[in-house]
């Protein structure tokens, strides 16, 4: 209890955190102003389609969240070990390794582009309209994703290496970029849904040069010596044993993040199954679940590179202190975001859209709103901690458990309640999650009295 209160360790945490609220928040802040810009046009399918459309493609930049989090917690890790925490050959390693899967995935997703699009489609469903301006999204965003899988990577580095201020002011350059060309091209070029797409297209590959021009001019002597050895780099890079062990690893974290995807895709799908006004409502509510997930993540992120850092430095002590403290102010935070909903909830929705019928029909779901942030506070926060602890096979037990024994058995009994019965399967699954980690973490602490 007397380390819980050391103020040390809470300016330890906030140090990293608030850097990373702040950044966070701007990415489904973005998402908002997407929605807000569609969403005050004249027909809810353009919501609709540009919403589906950025499922198809976030699709696989959440399945690739794999790259961020072994990232993250492998240089964190790293930083621990080092001496005086200066940057070392495996701390390059781990960059470099990253950044070649983040751009062969990408590249290869861009040659089997048409079969992928027209098979997600098919599954997404929806009206004509919606078909069409999901397909003239996603066929344009979907060039986009070597730099969106590169940025994974190199933003989960800098966090692992401590350098949340410089995540900050990627992501905010970032989201900026994005916002002021979302205004110019749909605004006052009059693209509609192709001008989100390439506001976003653009914002991402400035995002990924600026990205490496931080960590070159950040690291400038390291990589310098780096370089004067490339061939044992290379080497080590393609070396059999790790890549293996790295794969395994990522393994686990991609299944973790596949069962996680399909109960967003699963949601988005179903609601245009429910009709346009359901899916373009949803899209309203599902940035408002991002916005509450972000924004929670700044602690978890932080937790992130704590964690990995008493975990590379094998100190126990420190890691129960950490925990302590991020479950402290995760909870606070939470409480936070109810209150805001809860208050204001409406008043957002209103602002996101004018289209009647769509916002009469989000104001229903405001609750579930307003629910989601202390339920789901404590599986955010677990999440950052198993990723510092690179104990990646928890997170994909506790995530198998959720989607598979809880949200769709819990959604096909309550199917007959609509879209009702969606969130409230939704919530158990975040709820699920939270108990499964916690308990997982309590077995783990005690293992290594």
């Not at 048409?114 to 098979?119: D, E, L, R, V």
């Not at 602890?389 to 058995?409: D, G």
């Amino acid at each position: 209890m007397l380390e819980f209160r050391n103020i040390n360790q809470h300016k330890a945490l906030f140090y990293l955190a608030l850097p990373m609220i702040l950044s966070n928040i701007t990415v489904p802040l973005l998402g908002l102003v997407d929605t807000a810009v569609i969403g005050h046009l004249d027909q809810a399918y353009f919501l609709g389609g540009s919403t589906v459309g950025a499922m198809i493609i976030t699709f696989i930049t959440w399945l690739c969240g794999f790259l961020r989090m072994s990232t993250t917690g492998l240089s964190a890790q790293a930083f621990g070990e080092s001496i005086n925490h200066q940057m070392t050959d495996k701390g390059l390693l781990i960059l470099l390794r990253g950044l070649i899967v983040a751009f062969a995935i990408g590249l290869a997703l861009i040659v089997l582009q048409s079969p992928y699009i027209m098979g997600s489609l098919a599954l997404a469903g929806g009206s004509e309209q919606v078909q069409f301006y999901a397909r003239q999204y996603s066929e344009i965003r979907i060039w986009g994703l070597p730099a969106a899988l590169a940025n994974l990577v190199v933003l989960g580095w800098l966090l692992g290496n401590h350098q949340a201020k410089a995540v900050m002011w990627l992501l905010i350059t970032i989201n900026l970029t994005n916002l002021g060309l979302d205004l110019l091209f749909v605004l006052v070029f009059d693209w509609q849904v192709k001008g989100i797409a390439w506001a976003t297209l653009i914002s991402e590959y400035t995002g990924l040069v600026l990205g490496l021009l931080v960590i070159r001019l950040k690291y400038q002597s390291a990589i310098k010596v780096w370089c004067s050895h490339y061939q044992k780099i290379i080497k080590a890079v393609l070396d059999v044993d790790s890549l293996t062990s790295y794969f395994k690893l990522n393994r686990d974290i991609l299944i973790r993040t596949l069962c996680l995807e399909i109960c967003f895709v699963f949601i988005t799908f179903q609601g245009a199954r429910l009709g346009d006004d359901v899916v373009a409502a949803n899209a309203i509510l599902m940035n408002f679940v991002l916005l509450i997930a972000f924004g929670l993540d700044g602690i978890a992120n932080a937790a992130e590179a704590l964690v990995g850092k008493a975990k590379g430095a094998n100190d126990n002590h420190l890691l129960n202190v950490v925990v302590k403290v991020s479950l402290f102010w995760t909870g606070i935070f939470a409480l936070a975001y109810s209150l805001l909903f809860a208050l204001f909830g409406e008043f957002f929705i209103g602002i996101i859209s004018d289209i009647p019928s769509v916002v009469s029909l989000a104001n229903n779901y405001i609750t579930w709103m307003t629910l989601l942030p202390i339920v789901a506070c404590w599986c955010y926060l677990f999440d950052g901690v198993y990723v510092g602890l690179m104990q990646a096979k928890a997170m994909r037990n506790s995530m198998i458990i959720a989607t598979f024994a809880c949200f769709f058995p819990v959604w096909f009994l309550l199917q007959g309640y609509g879209n009702h019965g969606l969130w409230a399967a939704f919530l158990i699954f975040l709820l699920t999650r939270g108990i499964t980690l916690a308990w997982h973490y309590n077995y783990y602490v005690k293992s290594k009295v």
